[in-house]
């Protein structure tokens, strides 16, 4: 069983950073692949960053590519989201995901544990 607990969401303004958190619990993160998803009012969650399970492989929307980095550290049991150049679309709750295994897909359907998310809100 993994929890995982997202922190860092926020009120920014246009073109602003942010950087969230996710804390996983036990004591083999790195066999899972993590993940960033979102849902915006009235969407459905949508992928936004993913990352094998030591880090060699990142993945990210087209939305967010060269904005968004995504990464880890498993010393820690955390993965990370740094959030550059906000757009008021980028406004959504952002869940953290984890896939057993290391490598693989990070469809919605695939992700086996999340968290309960945090709020990202950017104000044009």
């Known amino acids: 069983q993994v929890q995982l607990v997202e922190s860092g969401g926020g009120v920014v303004q246009a073109g602003g950073s942010l950087r969230l958190t996710c804390a996983a619990s036990g004591r083999t993160f790195s066999s899972y692949r993590m993940g960033w998803f979102r849902q915006a009012p009235g969407k459905e969650r949508v992928f936004v960053s993913g990352i094998s399970g030591v880090g060699g492989s990142t993945y990210y929307a087209d939305s967010v590519k060269g904005r968004f980095t995504i990464s880890r550290d498993n010393y820690k049991n955390t993965v990370y989201l740094q959030m550059n150049s906000l757009k008021a679309e980028d406004t959504a709750v952002y869940y953290c995901?984890?896939?057993?295994?290391?490598?693989?897909?990070?469809?919605?359907?695939?992700?086996?544990?999340w968290g309960k998310g945090t709020l990202v809100t950017v104000s044009s």
């Open positions: 995901a984890a896939a057993s295994g290391a490598s693989g897909p990070f469809s919605y359907y695939v992700m086996d544990y």
